[in-house]
């Protein structure tokens, strides 16, 4: 009686100690399970933010490279704005010295032609005297000098060129020049009573002053 009760007691203690290696193992089983839950977990709390991450460098590397395509922009249309201006400068010391230079060429040009013409004068001054001096008689050389001095007074007029007769005229010195003094009886005070020699003019240029006789006044 006391061997069926020693055996029925090991049975339960190597029964109760199955168990608790069964439930030992479960545990063990729940607690890899609920670890590699937590690592997978992480895992996944971790992978949106390596996107995130490479998306934030991108971002910073584009802006990075905006703000220097902006600089090299910046640098450049400076240089292009200094190039203009130095450009439209010069550009306008050339318009400025080709005006100068036609200026010059044309004041050269009519101080040549006003050489020529004052040259010129003379001549008309002496062929005047000879026709003065041939009287009212027609010949062939009267003829031929009134042929002349017409010839080169029309040259003359072509040309521009006016004569400043002033007789009668009150004396303005612009024009004239006063070489001898008239009295009361020979005109208005102030006024030319004789012209000496006529003068000259190229639009509003004097070549010549008129020598003139002017009344006392």
């Given at each position: 009686?006391?061997?069926?009760?020693?055996?029925?007691?090991?049975?339960?203690?190597?029964?109760?100690?199955?168990?608790?290696?069964?439930?030992?193992?479960?545990?063990?089983?729940?607690?890899?399970?609920?670890?590699?839950?937590?690592?997978?977990?992480?895992?996944?709390?971790?992978?949106?933010?390596?996107?995130?991450?490479?998306?934030?460098?991108e971002s910073?590397?584009?802006?990075?490279?905006?703000?220097?395509?902006?600089?090299?922009?910046?640098?450049?249309?400076?240089?292009?704005?200094e190039y203009?201006?130095?450009?439209?400068?010069?550009?306008?010391?050339?318009?400025?010295?080709?005006?100068?230079?036609?200026?010059?060429?044309?004041?050269?040009?009519?101080?040549?032609?006003?050489?020529?013409?004052?040259?010129?004068?003379?001549?008309?001054?002496?062929?005047?005297?000879?026709?003065?001096?041939?009287?009212?008689?027609?010949?062939?050389?009267?003829?031929?000098?009134?042929?002349?001095?017409?010839?080169?007074?029309?040259?003359?007029?072509?040309?521009?060129?006016?004569?400043i007769d002033?007789?009668?005229?009150?004396?303005?010195?612009?024009?004239?020049?006063?070489?001898?003094?008239?009295?009361?009886?020979?005109?208005?005070?102030?006024?030319?009573?004789?012209?000496?020699?006529?003068?000259?003019?190229?639009?509003?240029?004097?070549?010549?002053?008129?020598?003139?006789?002017?009344?006392?006044?």
């Open positions: 009686m006391k061997n069926k009760k020693n055996k029925k007691n090991k049975s339960q203690k190597a029964q109760q100690s199955f168990t608790e290696r069964i439930a030992k193992a479960a545990g063990g089983f729940k607690e890899r399970a609920k670890s590699m839950n937590s690592e997978e977990k992480a895992e996944q709390a971790q992978q949106p933010e390596q996107p995130e991450t490479q998306a934030q460098q910073g590397e584009a802006e990075v490279d905006v703000k220097a395509l902006q600089a090299e922009l910046e640098k450049a249309k400076a240089q292009s704005d203009l201006d130095l450009a439209q400068r010069k550009q306008a010391e050339f318009a400025n010295y080709r005006r100068r230079t036609e200026g010059i060429r044309a004041e050269a040009f009519d101080d040549g032609r006003r050489e020529a013409i004052g040259q010129l004068l003379p001549i008309v001054d002496n062929l005047e005297r000879a026709l003065a001096a041939a009287g009212e008689e027609e010949n062939a050389l009267k003829s031929g000098v009134e042929m002349v001095l017409r010839q080169t007074r029309d040259a003359l007029t072509k040309m521009g060129v006016e004569e002033p007789q009668g005229q009150p004396f303005d010195a612009e024009l004239m020049n006063a070489v001898m003094q008239g009295t009361a009886e020979e005109g208005e005070p102030g006024t030319v009573c004789m012209v000496l020699q006529k003068g000259y003019k190229l639009g509003e240029r004097v070549i010549r002053h008129a020598m003139v006789k002017v009344v006392a006044g």
